[in-house]
Structures are given as structure tokens and as C-alpha cells.
């Protein structure tokens, strides 16, 4: 037992809360570097018990990320129903340690709190009474993150959800639960230049069988690097030594590095490029078929290659034989399309295979490009002759008129430089109503949008957010899971599921992946009523790493209790 000596006034932490079914909650914790060490510091300790002065449990914060200039945070879970007093010291690499903190008071609470919020959508004046959505949506919270938030990704069809952090950092987030070791650290490899640092991620179609995984992000010697990295032995953290770089493109003026990756139908991958930086595109990249940058590629990354494709000298990857410029003079064979300044979401839907792409304007409009599964790339999207559809100098009016420039399928006027919409994903969740919707974020204005492309109308998603217990918080991004199920980043650091509010145990989905669907046939529901199926009981996996699976795990005493879960040790 460890008793309290006093306080560091240099040391002192916030608590940030939130819960979910099972036996435990998350608690995001928050802390301030300090300033006045006389030793080099290379970790911290939170110290927790239920008597004040009297601490029973330790929390080793070694691998703590940067929150914020100054301020660490990490994640850590304690049972619910209890209240607990803890203080946090310092310690070098010798395990010297600092006085303890302040003392502060933990209470977890009592039952679990998904957060059921009501999501109203009211009526635009361009909608009629037929739009093929309901005007309430739930938001079901899933789990805590850093707040460090860029991207989320899945699998197909894998329940478990991998969230990218701009720092370079991949998370695990599995039955509300976030693994304690990173998937992947990029470590110095990544470097947050202008709207840098980790930005995209894209499984293999194949991913099952290969285990790879592709990232965009940007280093620091400014160069846009495109990585391929493996998943052996251990599927919750790819193999450390398998990274292998595809693509490597100088950002000019350490700006717009685009980064948005998606894999078509035909397991090509689309890699979206920005124009390098600097104000209105100085260089003229965007619009220089010689150069990769401002570009939408399309890339054969299969292994081995496939037998319809050509070649190129760097031999970490292939152009598609289809590719819409190959056998150009002036435009390079990798290039599907022309025009983009800074790219960094594009999705295509997993139905139709339709492209969207989500470009960041300069200072008068933000766009969402479309194309049809159908048309087989060559589309110049404008940059930097157009922002949206208003051509950007009276000079170039007449090369405006004159070029074939695509118009985006949706455009809006930029609230501030260099932020705005953050990308977006087609529904293919669970709910019937909502199927071929596109919904995207605007950063700035925290806002969540769907826009309907047969009926050319947008919606606002948002506006009940105060008035449902989320006051405050605003939408900062999206992800899409392994189901085609929406899932958003809130403010507050918390991740969302967009559903209608059915109970998972009888919506006809198998939401834990587990291969059951439903009561009763899924163990993890109670009843038809039961709100999650999530569990880590029946799922066939070792999630804490003890050596038991399921009901040999003598944490999982019911095969529904999403229980199996190590509170205070390392576990997986």
C-alpha cells in the first residue's frame, strides 16, 4: 500500500469520463507535463484506492501520447459502481518518483451509460414528404479515445474497430474496450507537417489472408509516404519490421498532403494526393499531368501483381492496364483523375462502387466529387483553375469555360482557411431507410450532413445535440465500420455509433461478428430486447491475453458478460 507524501505542484490532472456495458469504465485522463523537473522524465504513475491518502492499485502511464502542447493523456479502466481517490507522481529511468500530486476523487458510474441520444434531422425546405430516412436517429456511445482522432477503419465484416491518431498511433477499439498496446506506432517515421502526420488507413480486400495494411502519412523531411505494413502472428499489432514504403512524393511547401485511400471493387487502391502547399497552388501541380501531386491514383498493390497491369520502375506497385492515361505523353499512367488540392477522405461504396471524393477548399469553397462505378476515370475536378464551380481569377475565366472541368456534386462556402469538411462515407448499416445516404462532418462547423445524390438535397443531422444530453459536443469526423455501419467522433473524445435505435439483439444484424444473430440464438442477448450484442465471451477470442477463450475464462461466468477484460494489469 502506498500513502500519500505530499504534493507536487508542478504534477496536477483532469479526469475525463466515459462508460459502457461490462464490468468496468474508461476513464480518459489528462495531465500536465512538468515544467521544473530536476531529472529527465520518462513516465508516470497513478496511484488509486478507495480510502483517502491510502492507494491499493498502480496505473504505469509510460506509453502516455501528447493531448495538446504540455499535456499528456491515457486511457485506463476501473469497475463501475465505486469511487476512488488517486494521485499521480513522476518517475526517470532509474524509477526515482516525485512527490504525489494533488489528491482527487474518482467516481465511476453505477450502471452503464451508452448514451442514448436522439439525433433529430428537421426538414429542409427542398425535401419533400417521401425522403428515405427516418427524422430521428440514435447515437450509441462505443467507447473513449485520445481526441487525437484522423481516421476509422475496419475490415470487412470484423467487429473491431481501428482508429488512426494524427500522431502516428493506431488504437484497437474491441467491445467498447481499447486495447492497451497501439496496432501500430509509426513513430519517427511520421510527422505532423501542415495537416500531416498519420491521415488515412485502407485494409486489404484480401486482408484476411495477407494481413495488409496501407497508411498515408507525411514525415519529417516533407514527403507524402504511402506504407504497406503486415499482421502475422499476433492480430492485434502488425508486425514491426514488415513496413515497406509504396509511394514516396515531395510535398513542396509541407502543405496539403491529400492522403485519402480507398480500394475499389476490383481491388485496385485509390490514393489521393494533395498539391504540396503554398497559397493557390504556386507551382501549378494540381493541373501537370507530369507530376503525381493534385492527383486521384489508381494503383495495383496486389501480390503478387495482377496479370492486367504494367510495370513501373519502382516495382512497389503496378498501373492498372485500364488506367485512363496510360500510354499518355504528358499524363502519367497512375493518374485516375486530375485537380484535387487536399484530398484527405475519399470512400468508395462497397453497393454500387461509386467514387466520392471530399476536397478541402482554400478560402471560398469546399466540394464533394462524384463518379459513377461506371465512368472509367480521366475527370479534371478543377483545382486550382476552380474552387467548387467559381473560377478563381478573372486571367483564367476563359481556360475555366474552355477545359472540361467536372463540377462537384456538392460545394459550400469555407468558414475559415485550411479546415472544413472532413469526408464522408455511403450508409450500408443495418437501417433500411438510410441505405445510398452520404454523410460527411464539417470540422469547423462541428456539423454531421447527408446528402441524398438522386435527390441532389442536403440534410443537418445535428441540431438535437443539445437538447440530448450532449451539450457542447460537435461532430469532428466519421469513420465506417465492417458492417457499413457510421460512426462518429465527437468533441468530447468520445465515438459514436449512428443507428435507429432497434436493439442490436433483434435487428437482424450480427453486430459482434461472432456468427449469431439475434436472441436467442446469440448467447450475448438476454433478450430480444437486450440494447448490445456486443461481448468478448463468446467470440473465440483470447482478448486479455490470459491463455483462456470464452467460458474457460473464469472472468466469463455468462457468455453474454462482455467481462473478459484484466482492469488493472497490462492485459492485451
Known amino acids: 500500500m502506498k500513502t500519500a507524501r505530499g504534493r507536487a505542484s508542478s504534477v496536477f490532472f483532469l479526469l475525463l469520463l466515459f462508460a459502457w456495458p461490462g464490468h468496468s469504465a474508461t476513464q480518459a485522463l489528462r495531465w500536465q507535463v512538468p515544467e521544473d523537473s530536476e531529472i529527465p522524465i520518462v513516465g508516470y504513475r497513478l ?29 485506463i479502466e476501473i469497475p463501475q459502481g465505486q469511487a476512488y481517490y488517486g494521485a499521480m507522481a513522476s518517475y526517470d529511468e532509474a524509477g526515482n518518483e516525485s512527490e504525489l500530486s494533488a489528491e482527487i476523487r474518482i467516481q465511476s458510474p453505477l450502471s452503464p451509460q451508452r448514451g442514448s441520444v436522439s439525433l433529430g434531422m428537421p ?30 477503419a475496419s475490415p470487412s465484416k470484423d467487429p473491431r474497430l481501428f482508429i488512426a491518431e494524427r500522431t502516428g498511433t493506431i488504437r484497437v477499439l474491441e467491445g467498447g474496450l481499447q486495447k492497451t498496446k497501439s496496432f501500430l506506432e509509426l513513430g519517427d517515421q511520421s510527422h505532423r507537417v501542415d495537416g500531416g502526420g498519420l491521415i488515412s488507413m485502407a485494409f486489404d480486400p484480401d486482408y484476411g489472408k495477407n494481413g495488409h495494411l496501407f497508411v498515408s502519412h507525411t514525415d519529417a523531411d516533407g514527403y507524402f509516404r504511402l506504407t504497406r505494413w503486415t499482421v502475422r502472428l499476433d492480430p492485434y499489432q502488425v508486425d514491426a519490421a514488415s513496413s515497406h514504403t509504396i509511394l514516396e512524393i515531395l510535398l513542396p511547401y509541407r502543405g496539403n498532403p491529400g492522403g485519402g485511400l480507398a480500394f475499389g471493387p476490383d481491388g485496385h487502391l485509390y490514393v489521393a494526393i494533395g498539391d504540396g502547399g503554398g497559397e493557390g497552388d504556386p507551382s501549378e501541380l494540381a493541373q501537370d499531368g507530369r507530376v503525381l501531386q493534385g492527383k ?75 463518379s ?12 486550382d483553375l476552380a474552387e467548387g464551380t467559381e473560377c478563381r481569377s478573372p486571367t483564367s475565366e476563359g481556360i475555366c469555360a474552355e477545359s472540361p472541368l467536372v463540377e462537384p456534386a456538392l460545394e459550400y462556402s469555407a468558414s475559415q482557411p485550411d479546415c472544413g469538411v472532413s469526408g464522408g462515407y455511403v450508409y450500408r448499416g443495418s437501417v433500411t431507410r438510410w441505405q445510398g445516404l452520404y454523410l460527411f462532418v464539417d470540422e469547423c462547423r462541428g456539423i454531421l450532413w447527408s446528402y441524398d445524390g438522386a435527390r441532389q438535397s442536403l440534410e443537418n443531422w445535428n441540431s438535437v445535440f443539445p437538447r440530448s444530453g450532449l451539450t457542447g459536443v460537435r461532430a469532428k469526423g466519421l469513420g ?14 468520445g465515438l459514436y455509433k449512428l443507428g435507429s435505435g432497434q436493439p442490436e439483439c433483434s435487428d437482424g444484424v450480427d453486430n459482434d461478428g ?49 467481462a473478459e477484460v484484466q482492469w488493472f494489469a497490462s492485459g492485451d
Open 47 to 75: 496511484y488509486l484506492g478507495s480510502v483517502s491518502g491510502e492507494y491499493t492499485t498502480v496505473f504505469d502511464l509510460r506509453d502516455a501520447v501528447p493531448v495538446q502542447p504540455g499535456v499528456l493523456g491515457a486511457l
Open 123 to 152: 426538414a429542409a425546405q427542398e425535401l419533400d414528404e417521401r425522403r428515405p430516412f427516418e427524422t430521428e436517429a440514435l447515437l450509441s456511445a462505443v467507447g473513449a479515445t485520445y481526441g487525437l482522432d484522423q481516421a476509422m
Open 296 to 370: 486521384l491514383l489508381r494503383i495495383d498493390v496486389a501480390q503478387p501483381p495482377s496479370s492486367d497491369s504494367i510495370e513501373v520502375s519502382s516495382a512497389s506497385y503496378r498501373i492498372p492496364g485500364d488506367n485512363p492515361f496510360v500510354g499518355h505523353e504528358t499524363i502519367r499512367g497512375e493518374i485516375w483523375a486530375l485537380g484535387l488540392r487536399n484530398a484527405q477522405k475519399i470512400s468508395i461504396d462497397g453497393v454500387t462502387g461509386d467514387l466520392w471524393v471530399a476536397d478541402r477548399g482554400e478560402r471560398l469553397h469546399h466540394e464533394i466529387n462524384w
Open 372 to 383: 459513377s462505378e461506371g465512368e472509367k476515370g480521366g475527370q479534371n475536378f478543377g483545382w
Open 480 to 493: 465506417q465500420g465492417g458492417s457499413g455501419e457510421i460512426f462518429i467522433f465527437g468533441s468530447d473524445a
Open 514 to 562: 461472432d456468427g449469431q444473430i439475434d436472441y436467442p440464438d446469440d448467447l450475448a442477448c438476454e433478450k430480444p430486447s437486450s440494447r448490445f450484442e456486443v461481448t468478448l465471451c463468446d467470440d473465440g477470442l483470447d482478448n486479455d491475453g490470459d491463455g483462456f477463450v470464452d467460458r474457460d475464462d473464469s472472468k466469463c461466468t455468462e457468455p453474454y458478460r462482455n
